[in-house]
């Protein structure tokens, strides 16, 4: 799965893109947590002080917010 990161986040992070490997089956929640054991410096960027995404960051999956859907327990197509 790509991630690509935009702004203040593209720049903490070192890239704009990075991959992470998640199973079949993964949520976008699985993959934001392989994303921050990638770039753990991006955990206080992303999540609030309760541990929910922020609400100035926007998770898309396929070009659409994850908020509109099942959020973080959103399924993600397989590569």
Do not use: C, Y
């Amino acid at each position: 799965m790509q991630w690509k990161l935009f702004a203040d986040l593209a720049e903490v992070a070192g890239d704009r893109e990075i991959r992470v490997d998640v199973a079949p089956g993964a949520t976008v929640g699985d993959a934001l947590d392989e994303l921050f054991d990638a770039r753990p410096v991006l955990r206080e960027r992303v999540l609030d002080d309760a541990g929910n995404v922020a609400d100035h960051i926007n998770v898309l999956r396929n070009g659409e917010s994850v908020r509109s859907g099942n959020g973080l327990e959103t399924t993600l197509d397989a590569d």
